[in-house]
């Protein structure tokens, strides 16, 4: 019995032949093989369709505002007289700080500010919102609110006091797409008199080096209204960045070059069409991690030199600031010390 069944069974089809292969769900006769079928999409084809695919999105070029600020950090903080400032962190989320500053050229003055950091975590170092504020021995109050609404947009409101009247305060709203930032700001908004500032800011990333932007402001008063435009360019390159802001008001351009870890330089160069004044100035910044020492120092077209020395005394919190400036041509000599502790 068993081998009349298997007699009875059909032969298994031999393999197909080598040059084709099999088509899954097609049952090929025996003694036939299937002729080889040729791709639908070409080697070429694939090899472009695979580069669009592995080729990165444009990265997000940050705030307009920021364009320059790479190249100013380099250069010294001007300071004059004695400088005290004391951190405390009550909390993971708030700290209060103490100022004290005496002058010699001005009045003393004590500040006292706070800031307290939210919980709502945007970032490996985003936390929001964060509200930041200070006040003088006089009255004077600074103070703004930094809020993520949403992952894209965020806020911002900032309001400035002399005493017991209000000075200035803003309002501004920034929508950060994949590869562009556009913001939005209004200052000191007046219905009654119809006066106020309108600020607008737009930066596209339109190569993953090349980003181009604009700024629109627009200001009224009683009798008076007018516009400003310029526009902004950035390259950034392996290490420097290269920037230039044309308008009507003016030139900015600026040019930061990270030499190695220890040392960085800029150089600015600012045209004032209203002040008919055009300046260069020429700064550098060296690091010195083992002495846990940071040297600034500057020099512009006025003949103005000035630099600054900080040295943290670790493991304690504290760390301490020498300032200089000399101005040549006008005959001025200042001289600052500081002190942060915390």
Partial sequence: MGSVLAASSPNPPPPPASGGAAVPGLTVPPGFGMPPVS????????ASGQQ??????LPNP?????????????????????RLVVNKGLSNHFQVNHTVMLSTMGDSTYRFGATYVGTKQMGPAEFFPVMVGDMDNSGSLNAQIIHQITNRIRSKVAFQTQQNKFVNWQGDAEIRGEDFT?????GNPDVLVG????????????TPDLALGGELVYHRRPGEEGTVMSLVGRYTGSNYIATLTLG???????????ANEQLQVGVEFE?????????????????????NLQFKGSLDSNWIVGATLEKKLLPLPLSLVLCTFLNHRKNKFQCGFGVTIG
Avoid: N
């Fill in 52 to 57: 669009q695919e592995a080729e990165p999105p």
């Fill in 62 to 82: 940050g705030a307009f505002d920021e364009c320059h600020r790479k190249c100013k950090e380099v250069f010294p903080m001007q300071m004059e007289g004695v």
């Fill in 248 to 258: 009507s008001a003016g030139a900015h351009a600026s040019y930061y070059h990270k």
């Fill in 195 to 206: 006066s106020g500032i309108v600020v607008a800011h737009y930066l596209q990333s339109i």
């Fill in 39 to 46: 791709s639908v999409i070409s080697p070429t084809d694939a």
């Fill in 182 to 186: 556009a913001t939005v700001t209004l």
């Fill in 271 to 291: 045209a004032s069409t209203r002040m008919q004044d055009t300046s260069v100035s020429f700064g550098y910044q060296l690091d010195v991690p083992k002495a």
